[in-house]
């Protein structure tokens, strides 16, 4: 079990910086990898960002340059820093964390997943933080 909660939403205007943290208990230790999802108003949950238990990172195309993911290990905390942020930035944003082993296939040849963007990967889920973005 892993329990997540998010802090840090707020409101800013473009241009400005957020700092998003997760707080994570219980087996957080043991998961493969962590992420931040955000569903903007009126339409469906997005991968933003990826770390991986061996700090392999992912991001989303229309955050790359401007959003930075990292682990406290001792901490057991997440984090999602934002730059630059636009208007189109505004969502609830959700920390999320896979515990135990995921592995994609194909043709027949198995690899193990370090990073995802994939909201059906991730088993643990937190309750979001909302940010807003105004021009």
């Known amino acids: 079990q892993v329990n997540l909660v998010e802090s840090g939403g707020d409101s800013v205007e473009a241009g400005g910086s957020l700092s998003l943290s997760c707080a994570a208990s219980?087996?957080?230790?043991?998961?493969?990898?962590m992420g931040w999802f955000r569903q903007p108003p009126g339409k469906g949950r997005e991968g933003v960002a990826s770390?991986?238990?061996?700090?392999?990172?992912k991001y989303a195309d229309s955050v790359k340059g401007r959003f930075t993911i990292s682990k406290d290990i001792a901490k057991n905390t997440l984090a999602l820093q934002m730059n630059s942020l636009k208007p189109e930035d505004t969502a609830m944003y959700y920390c999320?964390?896979?515990?135990?082993?995921?592995?994609?296939?194909?043709?027949?040849?198995?690899?193990?997943?370090?990073?995802?963007?994939?909201?059906?990967?991730?088993?643990?889920w937190g309750q979001g933080t909302q940010v807003t973005v105004s021009s």
């Open positions: 219980g087996d957080a230790d043991d998961s493969s990898f």
């Open positions: 999320a964390a896979r515990l135990g082993k995921q592995t994609r296939c194909s043709g027949g040849l198995c690899s193990t997943v370090w990073t995802s963007l994939l909201e059906e990967e991730y088993n643990y």
């Open positions: 770390i991986g238990s061996n700090g392999e990172t």
